[in-house]
């Protein structure tokens, strides 16, 4: 990159530009990296508070999170944008996440204007981004312009959220984050309107299939210090057998997520293509976050007792909706004609996992754990068993 380039270029829309590539920049990369912090002190928040409270909390501060990467990634998905000034405003945006990070141990008390103030910033260095790229579009295409407005507006409330009193700043700042998603997709006045409101699709596959790998990656994160904590010479053979089984499922998910729909591009550009694509993978990402908070109660227990309640409940749950999302986003991606991924052994999964939701308190967590395992490694089992009877069919006929 020359000198010039690298001190001032204006962003450009992708669309713009004769040859393009969809892979993900550095600066989105490093990026990424401040959220490896965020969602492993977001999952600590969730262990600390298994009850319906610390549930909603959890879910609500995720999609917070979720919407503070999802607007970067779809920004660089729209726009080319990679001189200084850019640089300088993604280094911001990583510094104000640092302080959500942060705040999140304390979110309900003190924390909170801490939190609400930096993600108000980091919404208004959002806006400044699409601010920047507004000389790109004309003016019967107003794309850039309305976003920055957009996110300027929602910067203030978010703000505002952080000097009301409890709980209305908490309401406040939850019309925020829904406002962030009715942006995109109110008719008549939504973005998704503009033509130019075009995404690269690769671009966007790969970001998702990046996070996928970093909220299964926290899962270890988890598992590792939770067990590090407790001293792994102290504990039992079984609580070993039951940390290594956590591993390897953690391992599992990012196959079968890859295998089925990871890096997959959707199928068409359509509204309802897109947007059942978007919302699949957030809740297929909410659950994988859930799922690694689990198994860090692996190391509380042993073989012959019951799995600790609130992490049994949260991994059955979050197992059953992390297959239902697969189930759902498998049909809007492109490559979704394997014949072995069917719905009826999505179908076996959910059923199981929801029966370790009924029985876990009733059995030993070696019953519990063999029962959840049967349901996430048949998923890559039976794939596997098919596809090679179909083959020795084949050679025989041959």
């Known amino acids: 990159m020359v000198i010039s380039d690298l001190l001032w270029r204006r962003p450009r829309h992708h669309m713009d530009v ?36 610390g549930f909603w909390v959890f879910t609500g501060l995720f999609l917070a999170i979720f919407y503070a990467w999802a607007d970067s990634s779809l920004y660089n998905s729209l726009y080319i944008s990679t001189d200084m000034p850019h640089r300088v405003v993604m280094a911001l945006k990583i510094v104000t996440m640092m302080t959500v990070a942060a705040a999140i141990p304390d979110v309900a008390g003190e924390g909170w204007t801490y939190f609400a103030l930096a993600y108000a910033l980091n919404r208004a260095l959002t806006a400044y981004l699409y601010w920047r790229a507004r000389c790109t579009d004309n003016a019967a295409n107003r794309l850039a312009q309305e976003q920055a407005r957009n996110f300027f507006v929602l910067a203030g409330v978010f703000a505002l959220s952080a000097f009301l009193p409890t709980p209305v700043a908490y309401w406040v700042f939850a019309a925020g984050v829904a406002a962030i998603q009715l942006q995109y997709m109110l008719p008549r006045v939504g973005t998704l309107r503009f033509e130019r409101f075009v995404p690269q699709l690769g671009h966007i596959s790969e970001r998702f299939g990046l996070l996928m790998l970093i909220l299964l990656g926290e899962g270890f994160f988890k598992l590792v210090v939770t067990l590090a904590d407790k001293g792994v010479y102290s504990v039992s ?49 909410w659950s994988a976050v859930t799922i690694g908070v689990a198994l860090a109660g692996q190391v509380y227990v042993g073989l012959w007792e019951p799995y600790p309640p609130g992490y049994a409940a949260l991994g059955s749950v979050g197992l059953a909706v992390f297959l239902a999302s697969l189930w759902a986003l498998r049909r809007t991606v492109t490559d979704a004609t394997d014949k072995y991924h069917s719905g009826g052994l999505r179908l076996f999964g959910i059923v199981m996992a929801l029966v370790v939701l009924a029985v876990h308190p009733l059995v030993p967590s070696i019953v519990s754990n063999g029962l959840w395992v049967l349901a996430l490694f048949s998923q890559i089992g039976v794939p596997i068993f098919l596809a090679l009877r179909d083959a020795r069919r084949s050679d025989k006929m041959l």
Not at 20 to 32: A, Q, R, T
Not at 42 to 53: K, R, V
Not at 244 to 265: I, Q, R, V
Request: glycine fraction near 8%; aromatic fraction near 16%.
């Open 18 to 53: 004769d040859e393009n590539h969809d892979h993900v920049h550095w600066v989105e990369l490093f990026f990424d990296l401040v959220h490896v912090v965020t969602i492993f002190i977001l999952g600590n928040y969730l262990s600390h508070h298994l009850g319906w409270q």
């Open 237 to 285: 053979a079984g609580t070993l057998f039951n940390v290594t089984m956590g591993g390897l499922s953690l391992f599992a998910l990012a196959w079968t997520y890859f295998d089925c729909a990871g890096n997959e591009k959707p199928k068409s550009r359509t509204s309802a293509v897109l947007l059942r694509y978007w919302f699949a993978h957030i809740v297929i990402l």
